[in-house]
T-cell receptor, first 111, second 114 residues
């Protein structure tokens, strides 16, 4: 059974702080890793993708991947109230296979 | 990025009726599309994998006779919820991607069965 685990939260941070979201996965054959943001009642929106070990930065977002530890994280710098949402970690094996999602972490950024 | 369009965005139907949801890839050909279901405060659960020109592959516990999937072209997959019941009320989301990596999601369909 391929599993993706996330802390459901809620994670509460003040505006301007760094939010750190974590995810672990069970399938060592996983090749692609994604972070999606989902607002209530809306479809997930892709924020970051990462495929190799290390860090990948895009604006205020940094994804980190450690395949040996089967761990992927997302850092959000200078958090804004508009970042308040549920963040879904997703993992994918070979091309053409479906994404496996974690249950999501709810982030609340207070102004 | 690629665009996936899903229709309708919401639907209310009577118990016992059938509802069809469409998922279209607008600017790329999708040999594979995926259908997910999301209950309130839950994550997305994969229901089935839709393959163009062949039968869909259903996840364990998903009734293939109840959730009919048709993928007749490289740009269109449909999910039909047959004989819908209130417990089928959920948020249904399709996704499609290129051969390599990313999945792009449709807008989702909020189904309410009364």
């Amino acid at each position: 059974q391929k599993e993706v685990e996330q802390n459901s939260g809620p994670l509460s941070v003040p505006e301007g702080a760094i939010a750190s979201l974590n995810c672990t996965y069970s399938d060592r054959g996983s090749q692609s890793f994604f972070w999606y943001r989902q607002y209530s009642g809306k479809s997930p929106e892709l924020i970051m993708s990462i495929y190799s070990n290390g860090d990948k930065e895009d604006g205020r977002f940094t994804a980190q991947l450690n395949k040996a530890s089967q761990y992927v994280s997302l850092l959000i710098r200078d958090s804004q109230p508009s970042d308040s949402a549920t963040y879904l970690c997703a993992v994918k094996g070979q091309a053409g296979t479906a994404l496996i999602f974690g249950k999501g972490t709810t982030l609340s950024v207070s102004s | 990025g690629a665009v996936v369009s899903q229709h309708p965005s919401w639907v209310i139907c009577k118990s016992g009726t059938s509802v069809k949801i469409e998922c279209r890839s607008l600017d790329f050909q999708a040999t594979t599309m995926f259908w997910y279901r999301q209950f309130p405060k839950q994550s997305l659960m994969l229901m089935a994998t839709s393959n163009e020109g062949s039968k869909a592959t259903y996840e364990q516990g998903v009734e293939k006779d109840k959730f009919l999937i048709n993928h007749a072209s490289l740009t269109l997959s449909t999910l039909t919820v047959t004989s819908a019941h209130p417990e089928d009320s959920s948020f249904y989301i399709c996704s499609a991607g290129d051969r390599v990596t990313e999945a792009f999601f449709g807008q989702g369909t909020r189904l309410t069965v009364v």
